[in-house]
């Protein structure tokens, strides 16, 4: 009899979903596909169908507030959002009532008319750039199959019958396939789609489950009950592993779970280096309801409120009522904390389709951001109210995107004024030394600091957009990802130019692209004597921890190195065995 032979090894490598290390049996999760056939109705027939699709709406709202529901139990409030997002696109009046007339008039069943609306609206969103909008287009996918299955009858099918822990690995996974699964058994996830900033992903985070996306064809590759292991941090998978790796990874998983507990002790101290230089370290937020996790996580403050979430959200302008609402709710909840709300960021891939924008062939070099808010004075005067209005606390600053000419500062400078001017003579309070800040992300802008600086408070450099237009590499565009690095001399040259012009006029300067949340670019960014860090919610914590690991010299001396070198891998490199050095006991990060 011929022993059985042990499969070889085989690694591969995905993108970080959500960080930790997860090892066990695989569980392979394949949705039976389902067919929409374009079927005739009779006209005697059509009442019945109405109501089929009325019903099958009725049904799906009911699911999805269940799920919403669950979400809430599980997670939070926070991911809760990608549910309502799912009630609005099931509720789009453009639905039912296409769906309604289509089915009077051409006499076709529910089941395909909503598959073919449905495809449009998710091929139109998928043809935006940007992530906001491919996550919209699978949100799409979701309400369709949604209502499909309850057209069918079918049951939707979830991973709730699991009966032992094991690694799901599917084609890709649904906000609602996450919701639904049974946490007890899933010790992680991996999946052939999806994107590091995928709703897939944000859920995962959520729920504290690993999980490795982008895997291409992990389902070719693994057969039901083999034995794997997969590394959130890094995105690599391992499956047959020997028990040599096996070993290896046990071992970093006791090290990473320690060193996370760790972490949660550090919340109620200070941010500050060794040598006591202190380091604001806020949080970026899309929306009000993220503010708990600031709070959770041991966030100083907000240090950039994107408001132009408000009005991608729900397809159209917030009025200055709604406005305040919204910005109250952050700014109660934070108070004293600071809270910095950025004035609408439209153009670029920030477009709702619907929203009237004009063609243009450089969306991103045109008309965007503040130069919209500069022609659109209603909007801007609107915005600039409701963010005084909620300032009575003294805890808000504004912030104003894209700026590439002196004058934009003078004229928002103005009208701002203005403002405040008319809501005195109403009686209406605000705080009159509010401070106005401007985003340093364009070459530009760095280049004139010393002029600028004297026309605002404060900066906060927006490195997503300095690296692509420094560069002149597109931030969303992967046949060319490799090129587009925050490490890149010239960035660093510019960010140092405008910490300098900043501190000789006295105003703080602070970081609030994707840079500032990367731990590998921490010492250097303390190191370049930045006086505030905004960043996701959940680097928080990892952030802090390598500030308070530091002194001021070290950093600085750190900084004046990476300067010295010529491209951006080889300080990126320098950077990673720097920090390989300083935190041998901390490799969670790094591999
Ligand atoms: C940036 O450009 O770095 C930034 C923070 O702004 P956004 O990512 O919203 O463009
Ligand atoms: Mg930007």
Not at 302 to 323: A, C, I, K, M, N
Not at 347 to 362: A, I, L
Not at 400 to 406: A, H, R, V
Request: aromatic residues 6%; positive net charge; proline residues 4%.
């Amino acid at each position: 009899m011929t022993a059985l032979r042990k499969p070889h090894q085989v690694k591969i490598t995905g993108i970080p979903g959500s960080p930790g290390i997860a090892i066990g049996p695989t569980y392979l999760f394949t949705k039976n596909r389902i067919t929409v056939e374009p079927r005739r109705i009779k006209e005697s027939k059509v009442p019945a169908e109405i109501k089929r699709f009325k019903d099958a709406l009725d049904k799906t709202r009911q699911a999805i507030k269940g799920t919403r529901a669950r979400a809430v139990e599980q997670t939070g409030d926070i991911v809760a959002r990608i549910f309502d997002s799912h009630l609005l696109i099931l509720d789009d009046v453009m639905l039912r009532e296409e769906t309604l007339a289509r089915i009077k008039k051409e006499k076709i069943c529910a089941d395909a008319l909503v598959d073919d609306f449905m495809q449009r609206m998710y091929r139109s969103l998928k043809a935006q750039k940007g992530e906001f909008f491919s996550q919209r287009a699978d949100d799409v996918l979701d309400v369709a199959r949604r209502i499909i299955y309850n057209l069918q009858g079918l049951a939707d099918e979830y991973l709730t019958d699991l009966k032992k822990a094991v690694v799901v690995i599917a084609p890709e996974l649904s906000p609602s396939d996450i919701i639904h699964l049974d946490r007890r058994y899933v010790l992680g996830i991996a999946t052939n789609l999806g994107g590091a900033t995928s709703h897939t992903a944000i859920l995962t985070r959520s729920l504290g489950v690993p999980a490795v996306t982008g895997l291409k064809n992990i389902t070719d590759l693994v057969c039901e009950n083999q034995e794997i292991i997969i590394n959130g941090n890094s995105g690599k998978v391992v499956l047959h592993p020997t028990d040599e790796v096996l070993n290896e990874y046990k071992n970093k998983r006791k090290r990473a779970k320690a060193f996370r507990t760790r972490l949660r002790k550090l919340r109620g101290l200070p941010t500050e280096t060794t040598d006591g230089r202190r380091v604001h370290l806020a949080a970026n937020i899309e929306l009000p309801v993220e503010t708990k996790s600031v709070i959770e996580q041991g966030g100083e403050g907000v240090g950039l409120f994107r408001t132009e979430y408000l009005y991608l959200t729900r397809g159209s302008l917030p009025s200055e009522e709604d406005q305040l609402k919204e910005y109250l709710k952050i700014t109660e909840a934070l108070n004293p904390k600071s809270v910095v709300i950025r004035t609408f960021d439209l153009g670029g891939d920030k477009v709702m389709p619907g929203m009237e924008f004009p063609k243009e062939s450089n969306p991103f070099l045109g008309w965007r951001a503040i130069r919209v808010s500069l022609d659109m004075t209603d909007m801007l005067r609107a915005q600039f109210s409701a963010i005084l209005r909620a300032s009575t606390k003294k805890n808000v600053h504004i912030l104003l995107p894209l700026i590439s000419q002196l004058e934009e500062v003078k004229r928002a400078r103005k009208i701002l004024n203005e403002v405040m001017v008319e809501l005195s003579s109403r009686g209406i309070p605000y705080d009159e030394n509010i401070k106005l800040g401007i985003m340093i992300e364009v070459p530009a802008a760095a280049l004139i600091a010393d002029e600028l600086a004297r026309e605002c408070d404060f900066f906060s450099i927006g490195t997503n957009d300095l690296v692509q237009y420094t560069l002149a590499v597109d931030r969303g565009n992967e046949t060319i990802a490799d090129l587009y690095s925050a490490y890149h001399p010239a960035v660093l040259k510019l960010i140092r130019l405008t910490v300098e012009a900043g501190h000789k006029a006295n105003i703080p300067v602070a970081i609030c692209g994707e840079m500032a949340g990367d731990p590998l670019a921490a010492l250097l960014l303390v190191g370049l004597e930045l006086d505030q860090l905004s960043m996701s919610p959940v680097v928080l914590p990892e952030i802090k921890k390598i500030i308070r690991s530091i002194d001021q010299k070290t950093a600085r001396e750190i900084a004046d190195k990476a300067l010295t070198f010529h491209t951006s891998k080889d300080v990126e490199k320098y950077l990673l065995r720097t920090m390989k050095k300083l935190f041998a006991d901390l490799p969670v990060w790094f591999n």
